[in-house]
């Protein structure tokens, strides 16, 4: 796939060259050096072609990473394996700098022999590397570990070793949405929808399968007995979901629950999207009235539509003003609003609301008298906010834990769920 990778310095020079097939000469290096990196105009695209080959390039700092190629390969396959390249670099030796390579060069050369094959990526898993790559160079090991390295390398669990060991077994789970809206100025929703997902932080000892259910319209459907009303209400429809690769997605299939051998530490688990029956924590009224051509009145009303039990934070509002703006009047009932020429917007902040509250904010805006009769196009008021519950209603059904081998059951375990709402691109049109 890959013929060779080069990396250079600012100046060009050559830190590391590693060709893995013949069809690569040396000339590519110049070829890059010439066409991108000296080149007199700024080169924007991240793939160049020259003279048949074809010159994936990324930056860190002031160094370039170039793989190359003269086959047709997937470029977004290639970026990934640059981009994994960083990272097992960064886990070994920190910030990518010149001077990290050259002190780590030989170091280099060995990830290299490993990571790639005949220029096919192999293994890129920094956490099964580090079992037999030391930052010294290859360690010695005895007939058990070397017995445990390939069973992790060729084995279906190569995101978690065996041997980890807790005092506490924890088992964290984060479902965090963020809520995406644009409404007319009458409140009509024109495009609504939610990008979750869930965060896991597994402190478990041994190799412990989990498994939790969620409400899922197919899951709540699939079990066959009539759903009561409640339930059938509190199901959600995902539109499309992605997952880590530990879980189990022929187990998804059947049973539609999760089950997966967690990567020890923290991961994300699940992506998910939905569009339907989506809770909205907040309605932006806004009212703007002009008043002749050198005075605009505005006055936004935010109520907030969830339980009273529960408090929003880090709320913040953006009321767009005129370019011609030369000054402002704010009078608001909760919070602090600032006007912010740099920004021509007034930013209206408040710490806390709770559930099923409004309030309000005026301004009078006076404008500078303008020779343009190009009418103001009123960009829409956004707004940003964190919410301790789903929008989008999704909701952990169950957590369990299983471990055969050790002596710990599932009531052994500390389980936590939480649930933050935020705001993606939360807009409403004045």
């Known amino acids: 796939m890959i013929g060779g990778l080069f990396c250079y310095n600012h100046k060009g020079e050559v ?26 105009q700024q080169v924007r695209s991240p793939v160049t072609n020259i003279a048949r080959t074809s010159f994936f390039h990324i930056k860190r700092s ?15 396959m290639v970026f990934e394996f640059l981009l994994k390249v960083v990272e097992i670099f960064q ?61 992790q390398v060729t084995g279906q669990i190569g995101w978690r070793r065996e ?9 964290f789970l984060d479902v965090m949405e963020y809520v995406n809206l644009l409404m007319s100025p009458q409140g009509q929703v024109l495009s609504a929808h939610v990008a979750g997902k869930i965060l896991m932080k597994s402190y478990l000892s041994g190799m412990p399968e989990c498994k939790f259910g969620i409400n899922d319209k197919i899951a709540m459907d699939s079990k066959g007995k009539p759903a009561e009303e409640s339930k059938a209400k509190s199901a959600i429809a ?31 688990l699940m992506r998910y999207r939905t569009t339907k029956d989506i809770s909205l ?90 020779d343009t009769k190009k009418k103001w196009t009123r960009p829409p008021i956004s707004m940003n906010f964190e919410v301790p519950f789903a929008p989008s209603g999704f909701k952990v059904r169950y957590l369990k834990v299983f471990e055969p081998k050790l002596n710990y059951s599932d009531h052994d375990v500390i389980k936590w769920v939480r649930y933050i709402g935020r705001s993606g691109l939360y807009e409403t049109r004045c």
């Open 281 to 370: 924590p907040f309605r932006v009224i806004p009212l703007v009235r002009e008043v002749g051509r050198a005075k605009l009145e505005v006055k936004v009303v935010v109520k907030s539509n969830f339980k009273p039990s529960l408090l929003a934070q880090k709320i913040e509002i953006r009321i767009p003003t005129p370019l011609n703006t030369s000054g402002v009047q704010l009078i608001c009932m909760k919070g602090k609003a600032k006007y912010k020429a740099s920004e021509n917007a007034i930013v209206w902040k408040i710490k806390r609301m709770g559930g099923m509250k409004e309030s309000q904010i005026s301004a009078e805006i006076e404008l500078l008298t303008t």
């Open 62 to 76: 002031n160094l370039w990473l170039a793989a190359v190629t003269k086959q047709n390969v997937n470029a977004t």
């Open 15 to 40: 830190l590391i060259s590693r060709v893995f097939r013949d069809d690569i000469g040396r000339n590519a290096v110049d070829a890059f050096r010439v066409n991108v990196i000296h080149a007199r």
């Open 163 to 171: 041997g980890i060991k807790y005092r506490r077994n924890e088992l």
């Open 238 to 268: 995902i539109d499309d979901c992605q997952f880590h690769q530990c879980v189990k997605l022929s187990k998804f299939e059947s049973e539609h629950a999760i089950s997966f051998i967690p990567p020890d530490g923290e991961n994300e």
């Open 91 to 151: 886990n070994y030796f920190g910030k990518i700098s010149e001077e990290n390579v050259k002190n780590n060069f030989v170091l280099i050369y060995e990830l290299l022999d490993e990571i790639v094959d005949f220029g096919y990526p192999q293994n890129t898993d920094s956490g099964i590397l580090k079992t037999f790559i030391t930052q010294q160079g290859v360690k010695s090991v005895t007939k058990e570990e070397q017995a445990a390295i390939t069973s």
